[in-house]
């Protein structure tokens, strides 16, 4: 970490890749660890809330005719395999990752491209393949609000949010990674994202640097 890499937390919007009810134990697209570790991903997306900083909640979306799934799974989807459809309960966010209230998602909307507001400075996006910026208005939307360091958290580290990770280094965003908050990291990963200037702490230490945060209980 140096001058250039050093995130800046009061500039930081948090990133929450796939945690939808389809990713968790027992579940059709099952990710093993994310719903151990969805406890932390929760108590960060408090804590970002409670600091005023804004949340972008990156789902994923597969028509039941496969038409807009990744080659890997389409024949799956395609041929009757029930996952991430729009609509169903098993595409909605992981229970206690949306705030209090908020509505399920509005699959038509998401899949047209628009962010679904869940509050004053939350959103859902659709992201139509694994990386968060891949065809999305995520980067103009976060330059829009000032931000330039990205925390990330979700499922499941070998996919989608490593792509993303990349994807918004590539980009010259800051990026903090709350490693027991992401399903699926090794310590291969680890060294390979520290690499490349990636910050990575535990989701308390995150949530507790961040300036305005309220603590979270465990």
């Not at 070998?158 to 010259?172: K, L, Q, W």
């Amino acid at each position: 970490m140096d001058a250039h890499t050093g995130p800046h937390l009061d500039r930081a919007a948090l990133l929450t890749i796939d945690v939808q009810r389809d990713t968790l134990d027992g579940a059709p697209l099952e990710i093993p660890g994310t719903t151990a570790a969805l406890g932390a991903m929760a108590r960060l997306a408090e804590a970002f809330r409670s600091a005023g900083r804004p949340i972008v909640h990156a789902v994923r979306l597969y028509r039941e005719d496969g038409s807009n799934v990744d080659l890997c799974r389409r024949a799956a989807v395609a041929g009757g395999g029930p996952m991430l459809t729009p609509g169903h309960e098993g595409s909605e966010l992981a229970p206690g990752l949306a705030p209090d209230g908020a509505s399920g998602l509005d699959a038509d909307a998401l899949l047209a491209g628009e962010l679904q507001p869940f509050g004053p400075a939350e959103w859902a996006m659709y992201k139509p393949r694994w990386g968060a910026f891949y065809e999305t208005s995520l980067e103009g939307h976060l330059r829009g609000l000032g931000v330039d360091t990205v925390a990330l958290c979700g499922a499941n580290f070998p996919n989608c949010p490593r792509t993303s990770i990349y994807e918004a280094s590539e980009r010259d965003f800051r990026i903090v990674v709350a490693g027991d908050a992401v399903s699926g990291i090794y310590d291969r990963g680890r060294e390979e994202l520290e690499r490349i200037g990636v910050v990575l702490v535990e989701a308390s230490a995150l949530g507790e640097a961040l300036p305005g945060a309220r603590a979270v209980a465990g």
